[in-house]
C-alpha cells in the first residue's frame, strides 16, 4: 500500500485577483507556520512528479550497472520505492565522486543522496540524514600473504611506514586520522579502482573500505595478487568499536522531505519486499539498524 495520497502539503497561500478597468492587480497574501523553504522540494516532488538522487558509483551501495545501462544499489532501490510512495514519478540520478556529494547536494545538484552514506556528527552539521538503512563494519584489501600484517587501522597507526588508501570524503578518512595514522600515511585516492591500482604498485600497502565494498571489489578484481585481510578488527574510536550506519541525505531544511521519507522508510524496512531487493547487494537481516535513530547516532548514542 502506498502513501502517494497521504500528508498532502496544503497552500500557504491565499491570492485575492481585482479586477479594473485600467487591468488587473493581483494581492497575494501569505500565511505559514514554517519556513517556506523547509517545503519546497517535497512540494515540488509532489507537484511535478520528478526528482534527482546523488550516487557516487559504489558498488554495493549505489552504481551504474554497465551490463543492463541503468543505475542500482541498496540505496538507489530503496530510495526508488520510497520516493515513488511519496508521489515522485520519474527519478533522476545524478553521478558524483564521493567527496562531491555534499556539496553538490547544497547547491541543488539533486535533492537526496542515496550513496550509502554514513551518518557522521561531522556530516551531520552539512545536512541532514534519514533514519539508518544499514548497520555493518569495516574491512582492508592487501596484498596476497598481507606482508605487513595489517588486521586493523590501529596496525596502520603502529607500523613505522605502512600506508593506507582512502577515498575522497569518505568515512575511512576520518577513521584513519582518528586512530593516529600520520596524515603522510593516508593516501587519498577520488575512487576504488584508483586505491586497488595504487594497492598493486605498492604506493599503499592497504584499503579501507566498508566490508560490503571490500567483497565487492574483490570479487570484481578476480586478482590472486589482492586479498581481504583476516581476520579484521574494526577500529575503536572514543572507547567504542565503530560500526557504520548508511542512511540518506538532505539539505538543512527540507525537514517535511526527511519526515515523510523517514515515515516511508520505517514502513519498508525490514520487509519482505525490502530483503528481497537488497539480498543481491550483500544485504540482509543481518545488516538491519534495529531501531537506532539518526539523531542517536549523531549524539553518540548508537549501540
Request: proline share 6%.
Given at each position: 500500500?502506498?502513501?502517494?495520497?497521504?500528508?498532502?502539503?496544503?497552500p500557504?497561500?491565499?491570492?485575492?485577483?481585482l479586477?479594473?478597468?485600467?487591468?488587473?492587480i493581483?494581492?497575494v497574501?501569505w500565511?505559514s507556520s514554517?519556513?517556506?523553504?523547509?517545503l519546497?522540494t517535497?512540494?515540488?516532488?509532489?507537484?511535478?512528479?520528478?526528482?534527482?538522487?546523488?550516487?557516487?558509483?559504489?558498488?554495493?551501495?549505489?552504481?551504474l550497472?554497465?551490463?543492463?545501462?541503468?543505475?542500482?544499489?541498496?540505496?538507489?532501490?530503496?530510495?526508488q520505492?520510497v520516493?515513488?510512495?511519496?508521489g515522485?514519478?520519474r527519478i533522476?540520478?545524478?553521478?558524483?565522486?564521493?567527496g562531491?556529494?555534499?556539496?553538490g547536494?547544497?547547491a541543488?545538484r539533486?535533492?537526496?543522496?542515496?550513496?550509502?552514506?554514513?551518518?557522521?556528527?561531522?556530516?551531520?552539521?552539512e545536512i541532514?540524514?534519514?533514519?539508518?538503512?544499514?548497520?555493518?563494519?569495516?574491512?582492508?584489501?592487501?596484498a596476497?600473504?598481507?606482508?605487513?600484517d595489517l588486521?586493523?587501522f590501529?596496525?596502520?597507526?603502529e607500523s613505522?611506514?605502512?600506508?593506507i588508501?582512502?577515498?575522497?570524503g569518505?568515512?575511512?578518512?576520518g577513521?584513519?586520522?582518528?586512530?593516529?595514522?600520520?596524515p603522510e600515511r593516508?593516501v587519498?585516492?577520488?575512487?576504488?579502482?584508483s586505491?586497488?591500482?595504487g594497492l598493486?604498485?605498492?604506493?599503499?600497502?592497504?584499503v579501507?573500505a566498508?566490508e560490503?565494498?571490500?567483497?565487492?571489489?574483490?570479487?570484481?578484481?578476480d586478482?590472486?595478487?589482492?586479498e581481504?585481510a583476516?581476520p579484521?578488527t574494526?577500529?575503536?574510536?572514543?572507547?567504542?568499536?565503530?560500526v557504520?550506519?548508511g542512511?540518506f541525505g538532505?539539505?538543512?531544511?527540507d525537514?517535511?522531505?526527511?519526515?515523510?521519507?523517514?515515515a516511508a522508510?520505517?514502513?519498508f524496512?525490514?520487509t519482505?519486499?525490502?530483503l528481497?531487493?537488497v539480498?543481491p547487494f550483500?544485504?540482509s537481516?543481518n545488516?538491519?539498524?534495529?531501531?537506532?535513530?539518526?539523531?542517536?547516532?549523531?549524539?553518540?548514542?548508537?549501540?
Amino acid at each position: 500500500m502506498t502513501r502517494e495520497n497521504e500528508n498532502q502539503i496544503t497552500p500557504l497561500g491565499v491570492g485575492l485577483v481585482l479586477l479594473t478597468a485600467g487591468g488587473v492587480i493581483a494581492l497575494v497574501l501569505w500565511r505559514s507556520s514554517a519556513p517556506p523553504e523547509s517545503l519546497d522540494t517535497l512540494a515540488r516532488i509532489r507537484r511535478t512528479g520528478e526528482v534527482r538522487i546523488g550516487y557516487a558509483n559504489e558498488a554495493p551501495y549505489g552504481y551504474l550497472d554497465s551490463a543492463t545501462g541503468r543505475i542500482t544499489g541498496e540505496a538507489p532501490e530503496i530510495a526508488q520505492v520510497v520516493l515513488r510512495r511519496l508521489g515522485a514519478e520519474r527519478i533522476e540520478p545524478v553521478v558524483a565522486e564521493f567527496g562531491s556529494l555534499i556539496p553538490g547536494l547544497k547547491a541543488g545538484r539533486f535533492d537526496v543522496i542515496a550513496a550509502g552514506m554514513y551518518i557522521t556528527p561531522e556530516r551531520a552539521k552539512e545536512i541532514d540524514f534519514s533514519n539508518p538503512s544499514y548497520a555493518i563494519g569495516e574491512a582492508f584489501l592487501v596484498a596476497r600473504g598481507n606482508p605487513l600484517d595489517l588486521h586493523s587501522f590501529e596496525d596502520v597507526a603502529e607500523s613505522d611506514d605502512a600506508r593506507i588508501g582512502v577515498m575522497g570524503g569518505s568515512v575511512e578518512h576520518g577513521y584513519a586520522k582518528a586512530v593516529g595514522i600520520p596524515p603522510e600515511r593516508i593516501v587519498i585516492f577520488p575512487d576504488y579502482p584508483s586505491a586497488l591500482g595504487g594497492l598493486r604498485t605498492g604506493r599503499i600497502d592497504a584499503v579501507a573500505a566498508t566490508e560490503l565494498t571490500a567483497g565487492d571489489l574483490l570479487r570484481k578484481a578476480d586478482d590472486p595478487s589482492i586479498e581481504r585481510a583476516e581476520p579484521f578488527t574494526n577500529p575503536v574510536i572514543d572507547g567504542r568499536s565503530v560500526v557504520g550506519y548508511g542512511a540518506f541525505g538532505f539539505r538543512k531544511g527540507d525537514d517535511l522531505l526527511q519526515e515523510a521519507f523517514n515515515a516511508a522508510l520505517a514502513e519498508f524496512l525490514g520487509t519482505d519486499e525490502h530483503l528481497d531487493l537488497v539480498r543481491p547487494f550483500g544485504f540482509s537481516e543481518n545488516t538491519l539498524p534495529g531501531d537506532v535513530t539518526a539523531e542517536d547516532i549523531v549524539a553518540g548514542n548508537a549501540k
